[in-house]
Structure formats: structure tokens, C-alpha cells
């Protein structure tokens, strides 16, 4: 069997997290991963998908899963037993600037003439810094990589340098860094697909499971996503994902979508393979109500559940149109603070009656869960406001009945400010005091004991310690709010109290630890609580389960899956045999 043309790896946020004590915290509390960040980008599936329909080979190791499941594996021996003629590595999310360049710098060590190669949106903004590292030989920018990458692994393979592959930092044979020009910025996305299928086709080639799931519980949770756009129209302040952010690291001036039907079709491969929701990626809205109504005329009758996100306020048509398509849908909405002045600050520029019409006019029409979402260290926003949002979301409650429908959510904006987010970009105009700016520095600050002390930033109207203060008395309040509404259990709101009061116990004792202990024997320290830390790490100021959609004993499609599997086998046989005569059977 040939070997891979490029393998992706996924590193842990900090490589040797089994081997560090580090509280923390909240930081993943309302996302699927764990605080190490376990879940791979979207893009994973697209790029395998996209290169494998361009006669590569391709292979996904998500090393973090693997680290999470068994302490005994052994991700270094792993690596060093990789077969590949390249590596990519992603940094998008920055909190992977440590174990991203620790796992290049072990695909360096044993596979020393093999090319190691870095894309994402933190790698794009970054890449004049990070091609510097030793252990790095490309990255690949912007956005949309799938024809750039292409290219490039095409060079690999074929022995040529890359001087004509566009949106490429990379070292020449001489070790001089060049910059190609940024030229690749497609104007749609219909050149790519979702990649389930090349995911089910990978599993079976590679008898690989493990490796390929997007995050730890996946198996057990099969959460599907499919992407509708590429870039934004809006002008968040701390999303590094905003209009201005594109700009900067893609070159894009406007954002690009997928076709409608495409994005429907994605849709129905989803399904074939899980019960878990379909979350689809991007305000439907961002292409017009135009683009939104032919996808939902094109995606009627596909079972549910699905997820979908809304960037602004929902009129009560659009709510209908919506549930008329996707019946028992679940909404997702983040208009971070319950504040307008905050809310001003942060670009989003609608009224709390639009929030409050979002919520009832969604609920009204069906929406089996309306998830309601805040945030803490944002731009005019003290302690007292956030606080405050746990008021505001009773007084909703209040107003809606009761309806256990409505679930909110508060977490720290955590780890890091968004390099090319326009608070970064210019902190003084929003109020912000930065410790990092340079991807070393972001790679250094995950190294620090708790969450508190990796914080990128602190604002004029709250330091680190006030923060983190705040952030767990907040969820201290709205998870008793969530349990007197009876939106969780009451031994569900217990254990996320004893959680908070240990990570706050914790937090204090490593503060102590810190001013008290000689630097270099807080690690040493630090390890003795690893025990006590770890039980504080998850489900901090929420239970992550409350994210989660029942799926019912039976998680995936088995039948389908089945026949997707035959289907697959087939194809790669006759694929392998081209004096085969018989065509590969459809399903």
C-alpha cells in the first residue's frame, strides 16, 4: 500500500499535558473539546476530501484524542513510526501555539528529510514568525487552502520548489524564507465538500478508528458540522473570524459561501452516518435571506436534529421559515452581554428587545432548545455588568414562563484575545492591556500553572485576578439560577458548585504556591495537586453535558453506515484494478 502524501496532525494544546498540573478552568466549559482542545478544525475533513479527489493520499492522527484515551500510548514512539512524504500540522486556534511547534519539532527529529507544513488562521497571521522555527518548512495561508496545498504537496512529491504556489511562506533549499503572493482568495466555495465520506473511506483504508474522531467523546456524541461560509460581513471586536480579521490574514474582502443545494446535500451525507445533530457553521443570513430560503426549500425532509447560529436578532417569518425546514431545531445565539453599552463596544449593535424577540419568536415556532450565550472580559464591561447578566437571564425566564427550553451560558473570553480581532489589533481604543503579542509569547503563556496566568490580557475595567473572580462567581449564580428553573438537576447543580468552590480553593493555593515557593521548584508543587487539578478541569462553571443533544442507545446509523462501508471497499478495489469491468455498486 502506498504511503500517505500528507498526514494531518492534531496536537493538545501543551504536548506533555499528562506530565503538567495546570488548572484550567473554565476555558472549554462551552465547547465540545476538553481545556486541551481535542477537536480538530473543520477543515481537516475538506482538505482530505479536496487532495484525495486530486489522486493524493491522506491521513488524519488526531494525536490528542489519543493522548486523552490511554496514558500509556506513547505519541512520540507514534510519530517516529509515521510513513508520510509530508506532515501538516494545524494552528488554527492559538491555543495550540506550544504543542503544535512540540509536535513539529518531533516529526523533525525522526523524520528529519520529510517537510513539515503549518496552516490555520493563527498560522496565517503568524507566519512570517513561525516560519522561523526551525521545525517548520511551509505554511500555508489563508482561509481557503484546499487548490494552494494541492499544489504544494504536488511539489513535494514531484522533487520541484513551490515558487508558483500562491499563499505560501516557505524556506528554499538555500533556507532563505520566501513570501508568495496572497492570490488564491476564491469568490465561492463549491469546491469543496464536507468529506464525510472520505472520512468513512479513510477509517476502513487505514483500520485507524481512533485517529480520525474529531474530538474525545465523538463516538459516544457524533456531532456532524457543515460549513455554509468562508469570512464575514460583521464587525465583532474580539473575533479574530470578523470582516477586518479575513481581511488581514486571507486577503478576503467579502465572504464566500457554498452553494445552497452543496450545503444541503452535505446535510444528507451527515445524516447517513449519525443521529447526532447537524450543526451547520455561519449565519444562514450572511448570503442574504435569499441564499437562507433556498437552502431550507433544499434541506426540507431531512430529519433532525440540527443546530443552527444566529449573528443577529430573528424576525418571526425567518423563525417560521426556519421551523418549517428544520423541525425541532436547536438555536445558538451569543450576543455576549445582557448590556447594550458592552454590546456597543463589542460592534453588536441590536437591542436587549431583540434578543428577547430572538428567544420567544424561536421558542414560539418550535425550537426544541434556544442556547443563549455570554461572555466575561469584553470591552466597558465590569464585574457589576456581568454579574448582571444573571438577572437579566432570570428576568427572561421569568418572562418566557419558565420554559426550560432556554438554556444560557456564561465562560471567560479565554485563553487568548483573537490575534487580527480589532481589540488586538488596537487595544487602547477598547480598553485592553496586552501580555502577548508575539506567537512566542502565546507559546511561553500556556506553560503557566492556571487559566488566570495564561490570560493574553487583562481590560481597564478588570485585571486577571477579577476575571477569573468574576468568572466563577457568575457561574456560581446561573448555575443555581439554571437549577431553581429546573433546566438541570439539583445533584447536577451540586456538583457543579463543589467544582467551582474547588477550583476557587485551588486557584488560591497555587497563588500562595507562586509568591511562596522558589521558581523552580513550583512544578514539582504543582504535581502534587495533578490530582485535585484534574478534577476541577472539566465542567467548571457548567456541566459540559449540558451542551449535548440526546441521541438515543444507538449513536450512528448502522445500516448506512453499512452500506457507505461496502460501498467504499468496493470502490477502492475496483479504483486499485482499473481492468476491472464492473462499476462500484451505488448505495
Known amino acids: 500500500m502506498s504511503i500517505p502524501d500528507l498526514t494531518f496532525l492534531h496536537a493538545p494544546s501543551v504536548y506533555d499535558f499528562r506530565r503538567r498540573a495546570t488548572l484550567w478552568g473554565p476555558i472549554s466549559d462551552v465547547v465540545p473539546s476538553t481545556p486541551i482542545y481535542d477537536m480538530y478544525p473543520i477543515g481537516f475533513a475538506s482538505l482530505c476530501d479536496y487532495l484525495e479527489r486530486h489522486g493524493l493520499r491522506t491521513r488524519i ?24 512524504r509530508a506532515f501538516g500540522i494545524d494552528l488554527h486556534w492559538l491555543p495550540h501555539a506550544q504543542g503544535a511547534l512540540e509536535v513539529a519539532q518531533l516529526v523533525r527529529q525522526h523524520h528529519p528529510g520529510v517537510p513539515v507544513l503549518i496552516g490555520g488562521f493563527s498560522a496565517s497571521y503568524y507566519h512570517e514568525e513561525l516560519i522561523r522555527y526551525p521545525q517548520v518548512d511551509y505554511v500555508v495561508r489563508g482561509d481557503s487552502t484546499e487548490e494552494p496545498l494541492r499544489q504544494l504537496v504536488e511539489c513535494i512529491r514531484d522533487g520541484r520548489e513551490p515558487l508558483d504556489v500562491p499563499n505560501l511562506t516557505w524556506k528554499d533549499s538555500a533556507g532563505e524564507v520566501r513570501v508568495n503572493p496572497q492570490s488564491y482568495i476564491p469568490s465561492d466555495l463549491n469546491h469543496i465538500r464536507s468529506g464525510y465520506r472520505q472520512m468513512v473511506r479513510s477509517v476502513i483504508r487505514d483500520r485507524d478508528l481512533v485517529s480520525c ?15 455554509s461560509v468562508r469570512g464575514c460581513s460583521q464587525h465583532c471586536a474580539v473575533c479574530g473570524g470578523c470582516a477586518e480579521g479575513h481581511k488581514m490574514m486571507s486577503g478576503r474582502t467579502q465572504p464566500a459561501f457554498r452553494s445552497p443545494e452543496d450545503l444541503a446535500q452535505d446535510v444528507r451525507e451527515a445524516r447517513r452516518i449519525s443521529r447526532g445533530p447537524v450543526f451547520i457553521l455561519g449565519d444562514l443570513r450572511l448570503g442574504g435571506r435569499e441564499y437562507a430560503s433556498r437552502f431550507l ?31 425541532g431545531l436547536i438555536v445558538e445565539f451569543s450576543p455576549d452581554s445582557h448590556d447594550p453599552a458592552v454590546r456597543e463596544a463589542m460592534g453588536k449593535n441590536y437591542s436587549n428587545k431583540g434578543i428577547e424577540d430572538t428567544v420567544r419568536n424561536c421558542l414560539d415556532v418550535g425550537a426544541t432548545r434556544f442556547d443563549l450565550f455570554f461572555m466575561i472580559g469584553l470591552p466597558e464591561q465590569t464585574a457589576a455588568s456581568a454579574l448582571g447578566t444573571v438577572e437579566y437571564c432570570e428576568s427572561l425566564l421569568k418572562a418566557l414562563g419558565g420554559d426550560r427550553r432556554l438554556v444560557p451560558f456564561t465562560a471567560p473570553l479565554a485563553p487568548f484575545l483573537d490575534p487580527a480581532s480589532r481589540a488586538f489589533e488596537d487595544p487602547e481604543q477598547f480598553g485592553y492591556r496586552l501580555h502577548c503579542r508575539s506567537l512566542e509569547d502565546h507559546r511561553q503563556a500556556l506553560l503557566a500553572p492556571t487559566w488566570k496566568h495564561i490570560l493574553s490580557y487583562e481590560t481597564k475595567w478588570m485585571d486577571r485576578d477579577a476575571i477569573a473572580a468574576t468568572t466563577y462567581e457568575t457561574g456560581r449564580r446561573l448555575n443555581r439560577l439554571k437549577a431553581c428553573y429546573g433546566i438541570i438537576s439539583q445533584e447536577k447543580a451540586d456538583e457543579t458548585e463543589q467544582r467551582i468552590e474547588r477550583a476557587l480553593s485551588l486557584m488560591a493555593r497555587i497563588d500562595r504556591l507562586l509568591e511562596t515557593v522558589p521558581p523552580d521548584e513550583v512544578d514539582q508543587e504543582l504535581w502534587a495537586l495533578k490530582d485535585e487539578i484534574e478534577r476541577a478541569n ?13 441521541v438515543g442507545w444507538l449513536a450512528f446509523n448502522v445500516l448506512e453506515l453499512f452500506k457507505l462501508g461496502v460501498s467504499e471497499v468496493w470502490d477502492m478495489v475496483w479504483r486499485s484494478n482499473r481492468h476491472h469491468r464492473a462499476p462500484p455498486p451505488t448505495t
Open 538 to 550: 472539566t465542567s467548571t462553571v457548567c456541566d459540559k453535558g449540558e451542551l449535548d443533544v440526546q
Open 297 to 327: 426549500r433544499a434541506v426540507k425532509g431531512v430529519r433532525g436534529p440540527f443546530m443552527i447560529e444566529v449573528s443577529w436578532p430573528v424576525e418571526r417569518d425567518y423563525a417560521e421559515e426556519l421551523a418549517a425546514a428544520m423541525p
Open 61 to 84: 492522527v488526531n494525536l490528542a484524542v489519543r493522548m486523552l484515551r490511554s496514558d500509556s500510548f506513547d505519541a512520540e514512539r507514534f510519530i517516529s513510526r509515521l510513513d508520510s
Open 213 to 227: 474522531v474529531p474530538f474525545n467523546h465523538w463516538l459516544k456524541y457524533p456531532v456532524t458540522a457543515t460549513l
